[in-house]
T-cell receptor, first 118, second 109 residues
């Protein structure tokens, strides 16, 4: 597609429940990024993929968070045993594979999934 | 791990040029300067990026100082729809974007 699609738009979970978020990158884009926005302006990088391979996972809380990008499927971000502090908007972004290292890292963002943990 | 400094907020008059400053004194030689904005709670939107030279596109102009330690994003004719949080980011290749707190720009009629 021409836009990054994220589902669901809103997700409400009780503390301790599992949450699974989905992202369909723009067709032809090889990189997928996940960001968490807890407060209005504070973005935190979580993980990125190059195709189905993890590219950078240094932002990922390893204990309860996991993510996948499998061929011919939307990418997913899963939170096991959600906590109150996981309440945030989760944004997915995609970008094209650069033919050379350097510029034009334009990331296209989806509309986000708002996760509320009660 | 944001490597840029921006004013937390600024007001701009509708129809006037808006000049948004950014300091990035520790920028590396291969890092680009990117500008994104977030309108309301939508996903961030790419505006423009540059390495050394000034850049212009249909949305904005980017002026980068010769020492690359600072830059200015110029919205030539600000409209009410330009009210947003603007983020100045330095990045390389397909690395993560390190968003700072951004600059809340309000365009006033």
């Amino acid at each position: 597609g021409e836009e990054v699609a994220q589902t669901p738009k809103h997700l409400v979970r009780g503390e301790g429940q599992k949450a699974k978020l989905y992202c369909a990158p723009i067709k032809g884009h090889s990189y997928v990024f996940w960001y968490q926005q807890v407060l209005k302006n504070e973005f935190k990088f979580l993980i990125s993929f190059q195709n189905e391979n993890v590219f950078d996972e240094t932002g990922m809380p390893k204990e309860r968070f996991s993510a996948k990008c499998l061929p011919n499927s939307p990418c997913s971000l899963e939170i096991q045993a959600t906590k109150l502090e996981d309440s945030a908007v989760y944004f997915c972004a995609s970008s094209q594979l650069s033919s050379w290292a350097g510029g034009n890292n334009e990331q296209f963002f989806g509309p986000g999934t708002r996760l509320t943990v009660l | 791990d944001a490597k840029t400094t921006q004013p937390p907020s600024m007001d701009c008059a509708e129809g006037r040029a808006a000049n948004l400053p950014c300091n990035h004194s520790t920028i590396s030689g291969n890092e680009y300067v990117y500008w994104y904005r977030q309108i309301h709670s939508q996903g961030p939107q790419y505006i423009i990026h540059g390495l050394k030279n000034n850049e212009t596109n249909e949305m904005a102009s980017l002026i980068i100082t010769e020492d690359r330690k600072s830059s200015t994003l110029i919205l030539p004719h600000a409209t009410l729809r330009d009210t947003a949080v603007y983020y100045c980011i330095v990045s390389y290749g397909n690395n993560r974007l390190a968003f700072g707190k951004g600059n809340q720009v309000v365009v006033i009629p």
